[in-house]
């Protein structure tokens, strides 16, 4: 094991240390308190079965809970692959299109730049208002987040591309869509596997805002409904496996991209 899991190990191991102290603090303050930062031991015997009343109002018992927990995380978990997936490949589109094209640059990178600094969880309600509290209403807010990372990275890493490999791709001969295809889009794929990883962690907070507002179901439902009735347990169970989440797909994307961008020095 190497040392940078160790340290992992040790840091996941003193956050639970300390929440566990913080716990024990708290629960001498008196009852109220105590629900605020309730104990591991509340959590996993109390919290952690009592999700099992999302399921039909099902009294408190860990198979039920636990399919709660899957089939909600399978549902956030589709809504995210869904717009990474439609945000990317229009993100990368757009910022080839703008990035190879000085006119249509000139015209719409301005715009780009605007949309990028509107902070997203400002237009939930915007796209609620449009769409409601309906699926697509979600997922294409998140496409809407996700197209403007890919965007703006793709046409930041046309404009970095190596000048002298595209004027040496001339002199050989290359057209315009040789230089594109053989040239610059090699080069601009770590640039995308990059605006991946990126847009992975972002998609998780986005579709947790949209789920939060509008949703019927998905982790953010169970957070909103768990923070209603002042369940800290059930919020911090959601939280560990939205952090879980997170680093099983960064691994996986890591792990693609290491793959695809190896024959670079």
Known sequence: MG????????????????????????????????????????????????????????????????????????????????????????????????????????????IVKILRNIPLLALIALFLVWFGGEERGIIIYIAFGLWIIY?????????????????????????????????????????IMNATKVALGVAWAIALGGEFLAAQDGLGRLLIVSQQYMETGRMLIILIVFIVLTAVFSWMVKTAGNRITRWMP
């Open 3 to 110: 040392t940078k899991h160790v340290k992992k190990i040790l840091a996941a191991a003193g956050l639970i240390t300390f929440w566990q102290i913080a716990a024990l603090i708290a629960r001498s303050g008196g009852e109220y308190t105590a629900v605020l930062v309730p104990t591991w031991g509340k959590v996993l015997t109390e919290s952690l079965p009592g999700f099992a009343a999302f399921k039909g109002g099902a009294l408190p018992n860990y198979g039920d809970a636990l399919y709660v927990l899957l089939s909600n995380s399978l549902i956030t978990v589709k809504r995210v692959l869904i717009g990474l997936a439609a945000g990317g490949m229009a993100g990368v589109a757009t910022g080839i299109i703008i990035g190879l094209q000085p006119v249509l640059r000139g015209m719409l990178y301005p």
């Open 151 to 191: 965007t703006t990275n793709i046409i930041e890493a046309i404009d970095n591309a190596d000048r002298i490999r595209i004027n040496f791709a001339r002199t050989l001969g290359a057209t315009n869509m040789d230089v594109y295809t053989n040239v610059i889009l090699p080069m601009i794929v770590p640039s």
